[in-house]
């Protein structure tokens, strides 16, 4: 199987990582780190003003650019090697994908074009407290019928949760687990934000209490949407962490011949080489897994 890019999906590439280059240096990633919200506003607006990357895979009916998956992959490959502080795996993939695959025109009218404009950051809640990822685990509950709906319950560990201003919501009805469109802003909304392991990622924890939601999708029919939304996001996860991987291995190349030892670079001795190509054969092996899924 041939996983060249082609020239556009390579100049893709060199944008994305020239803008990034420019706006993501670690200096930036640091600040980032330690606010609350997790992210650059005014970086945020120029992804989408002048690469429109937010839209990038969302349809062109939809105020998107309307490219594929691979495009997407190419683009967190970069993100994951610049360590971008953003709401872009949140908003872009989880949620816009969720909103692709529920099958429902109005919601893809209403809500796609915000996202791919970068003007609305959205989320997916899915896990709860007891922290599993299938389909029992979800225990949320969501009550009413046609326009009106109101969910119960807690969700644990939300991307971006604590800043995003559109919620999609797992939650369970009389028809099994279900998808529902929440405002941030809605009433009987608790959002709290959470101390992580990796603080370039924010999480939340989200409680509903009594909280209107407008159902996406079919009652009943959330779970076939979920479980193709979170192989994606596999994917697109693993491609984030190929590009972090690939800058790894260029930065212990480049220390290998810059650092000096008895009078030569270290990167002369068999020992160092031979690390470097084991780096070389796991960054390779990740990459072509990442491509072919």
Not at 177 to 187: E, N, Q, R
Not at 253 to 277: E, L, N
Request: aromatic share 8%; charged share 20%.
């Amino acid at each position: 199987m041939n996983f060249a890019f082609n020239e556009e999906q390579e100049e893709l590439r060199k944008t994305v990582r020239q803008f990034l280059e420019a706006k993501s240096p670690e200096s930036a990633v640091r600040e980032q780190m330690d606010t609350e919200a997790g992210y650059d506003a005014a970086v945020w607006s120029q992804m989408g003003e002048q690469l429109g990357l937010q839209g990038l895979v969302i349809p062109e009916e939809f105020g998107g650019s309307g490219y594929g998956f691979i495009e997407l992959v190419v683009v967190l490959e970069e993100m994951g090697r610049a360590l971008l502080c953003a709401p872009f795996f949140s908003s872009a993939v989880l949620a816009a994908q969720t909103l692709i695959h529920s099958g429902d025109d109005a919601a893809k009218g209403e809500y796609l074009p915000g996202i791919a404009s970068g003007e609305t950051i959205a989320t997916l809640a899915f896990t709860e407290e007891n922290g599993r990822w299938d389909e029992e685990g979800i225990t949320a509950t969501a009550s009413g019928s046609g326009d009106s709906w109101t969910i119960d319950g807690t969700k644990m560990y939300v991307l971006d949760g604590h800043t995003a201003s559109l919620l999609l919501v797992a939650a369970r009805t009389g028809a099994g687990v279900s998808l529902f469109a929440v405002d941030a802003g809605a009433s009987g909304i608790t959002r709290t934000a959470l101390a992580t392991m990796d603080q370039t990622r924010k999480q939340a924890k989200v409680e509903f209490s009594g909280t209107p939601a407008r159902l996406i999708g079919t009652d009943g029919g959330g779970w076939t949407v979920l479980s193709r939304v979170l192989d994606l996001a596999a994917v697109a996860l693993a491609a984030e962490q190929v590009g972090c991987a690939q800058l790894c291995l260029e930065m212990a190349v480049q220390y290998a011949k810059d650092r000096v030892q008895f009078g030569r670079p270290i990167g002369s001795f068999q020992a160092i080489k031979h690390k470097c190509a084991d780096m070389l054969l796991e960054v390779e092996s990740a990459k072509s897994a990442a491509y072919y899924a």
